[in-house]
């Protein structure tokens, strides 16, 4: 996307995730303006295809047929979606442990080489998506529960993220813990495709706050608000004093 639409994309995403909640209004129309963009530019890029990810969507096939125009929206919806308050919660998440944990942040600040290891940690102890759903295809038993087909289930990353079998001290936040086997991006076919960005962004994000604001501090713990979707982890607001 071309960086002069960043503030669009802003408004998109916070119209819907916010106004989900408190301005029905605005998301259905965030929802209606993205949906529309994106249209347009799958359609063109099925017409003009470049070397970029939406031609190779627009172009793709799936069991030897195209996509359908439906299945292409809910494809690129659901990759704007699922890529910006993610990372958005990663980084609000870092930067309120980092406000709180001052011997951690000198030593990032100190040892910065260890920002990827923390970054994972992050992602382990505060894991932005919490819960997701899926649909059962077939019956099974898991660990003595019995899991029918077409039932719902809700699949807890977060959870999974503090199992005491699979980590020591599942409830510390160890910046520099290592091996960190968390399944913050999911596991399996339909893990996060944009993982890679998505740590990337992190680590770009902490470490220019991290030089240009090695004293921030979020504001008193009453002005911040915890993320209303239960299913994420994060804040909607995290108001800080950036200098000193
Ligand atoms: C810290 C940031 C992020 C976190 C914690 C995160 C987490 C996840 C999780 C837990 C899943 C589900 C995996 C599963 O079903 O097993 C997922 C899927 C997905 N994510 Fe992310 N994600 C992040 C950033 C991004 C970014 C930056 C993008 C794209 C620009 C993105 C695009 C997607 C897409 C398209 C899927 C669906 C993949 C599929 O079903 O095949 N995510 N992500």
Redesign the pocket.
Known sequence: MPESEAEQWIEWMEGIFHGRLNDPARADRCSRELIHYLDDLAADRRLNPRDDYFSLLANATFDGRPLTDLEIRG?TV???T???E??V??IGNSLWYLSDHRDDRARLIAEPHLLPRAIEEF?RFM???QV?G?NATRDIELHGQAIHAGDLVA?S?GSANRDDRVFQNPDRCIIDRHPNRH?????????????H???L??RVALEEMLRRFPDHRVAEPGRLVPTPHGDLRGFWSLPARLRG
């Open positions: 494809y659901v990759t704007f699922a890529g910006h993610t990372t919660n990663g992602l894991s932005p998506i997701l899926r699949v990353y399944i913050a991006f999911g596991t399996g076919p339909h893990a996060c495709i944009g993982a960005l998505a740590r962004e992190m």
